[in-house]
């Protein structure tokens, strides 16, 4: 069975900064490309970042882009996402997800997801 576990997210003052981590069980996360995606309360759910599985391609939203930096340890089989400078309205449920996905911006192109970190960024 599949399982998708993100770690690090928590409570962070605006400007602060957070590493949220994801692993996997049941697939080899070194074979696919990651993604990460957000969900506020009462919004659809929005792409972050993702990484190849060589990670020789990274993709960033505009809004994160310059804050935010994705990278990936295959030898520890997991892939991070370095948050800086984070604004309160970046408070969200973070999701990582794998796949091989035609678009990796776009999330229903992962199969495979993990059930998320609170990040809450207080002002």
Known sequence: QVQLVESGGGLVQAGGSLRLSCAASG???SR???GWFRQAPGKEREFVAAISW????TWYADSV???VTISRDNAKLTVYLQMNSL???ETAVYYCAAGYPGNPRIG?????WGQGTQVTVSS
């Open 87 to 89: 604004k309160p309205e």
């Open 54 to 57: 060589s990670g020789g391609s």
């Open 108 to 112: 229903s192109d992962y199969p495979y």
């Open 32 to 34: 696919y490309t990651v």
């Open 65 to 67: 882009k310059g804050r």
């Open 27 to 29: 697939l080899t996360l």
